[in-house]
């Protein structure tokens, strides 16, 4: 049996939206998971629906008084990222942690959204920045919103955040086997010198999630792995909170 019954590779959103609600349909950015799990399913009979075409990449900045927007559109790859002016230092550097070279020049934005991993540290330095989302090229809501609904469902068009303010600051911690290796926890710390001070972790939930107080740390309710168990987990949270908050605010 084919695990791949038909490649649509629609030319507009309308078309992409109307394939997409069909059964079995599958939307691909950059296919780096979609492409492995559909050919290992010979039964899965998948519709792709490549999302290449649509128009969907790009990277603009606005500016509205002293306020800079900048808008990438989710079909971007994550290299396009790390070689583009706009994009603020620190999501080029999670940029080029986040995956190795060759599958950043295939991986998208939007397939990383909507991926929603709990261990994606590009993500978390979206979230950290206040990302919001937009999904049909219509509503924008919060990242934050979209990682914590239980079942997101559309497709992602673009993510837009405002430009880091010559005033903030940021940073980002980790703990992993290696250097090289995934973070078994990791923190983004930003703030701004209005006092505005958040840090994004990941590892510790199954999205990446967003603290603004330390109290809140006792909330988390890690699942362990053969990488930290759970208390583990919660241990890392809290000495990387100490690290960026120490970093971020001395
Ligand atoms: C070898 C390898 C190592 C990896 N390492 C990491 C890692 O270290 N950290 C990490 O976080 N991830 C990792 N990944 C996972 C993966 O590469 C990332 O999540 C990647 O960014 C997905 O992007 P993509 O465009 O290839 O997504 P795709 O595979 O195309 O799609 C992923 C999911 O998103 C959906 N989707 C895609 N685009 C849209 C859209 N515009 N709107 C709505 N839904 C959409 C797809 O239907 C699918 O469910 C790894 C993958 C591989 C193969």
């Known amino acids: 049996m ?86 603020p230092h620190l999501l080029q550097e999670l940029c080029s942690k986040e995956l190795p070279s060759t599958l950043r020049t295939q991986a998208t934005i939007g397939g990383t959204i909507a991926e929603r991993s709990s261990e994606s540290i590009l993500l978390s ?39 880091p303010s010559h005033d903030s600051n940021s940073c980002f911690h980790t703990v992993g086997r290696t250097p090289m290796d995934v973070p078994i926890v990791s923190a983004v710390g930003y703030s701004e010198s209005k006092g505005k001070f958040q840090v994004s972790l990941t590892g510790v939930a199954e999205v990446p999630t967003l603290i603004t107080a330390a109290d809140e740390l006792a909330n988390l309710n890690p699942q362990g792995d053969f990488r930290g168990s759970s208390d583990y987990r919660k241990h890392l949270a809290s000495v990387l909170y100490k690290r960026v908050s120490e970093e971020l605010q001395a």
């Open 125 to 163: 330095g979206f979230l950290a920045l206040n990302a919001e989302i937009q999904i049909h090229e219509k509503n924008w809501i919060p990242l934050n919103e979209y990682l914590q609904s239980s079942s997101p469902t559309g497709i992602i068009t673009a993510i837009k955040f405002s430009s």
């Open 2 to 87: 084919p695990s791949v019954l038909a490649y649509h590779r629609p030319q507009s959103l309308d078309e992409a939206q109307k394939l997409a609600s069909e059964k079995n349909a599958v939307l691909i950015g950059g296919g780096t998971l979609v492409i492995p799990q559909v050919l290992a399913n010979p039964s899965s009979e998948t519709e792709i629906i490549d999302l290449q075409s649509v128009g969907l990449a790009g990277i603009t900045s606005e500016s509205e008084g002293s306020e800079t927007s900048i808008k990438i559109g989710a079909m971007s790859r994550l290299s396009d990222l790390i070689n583009n002016d706009k994009i």
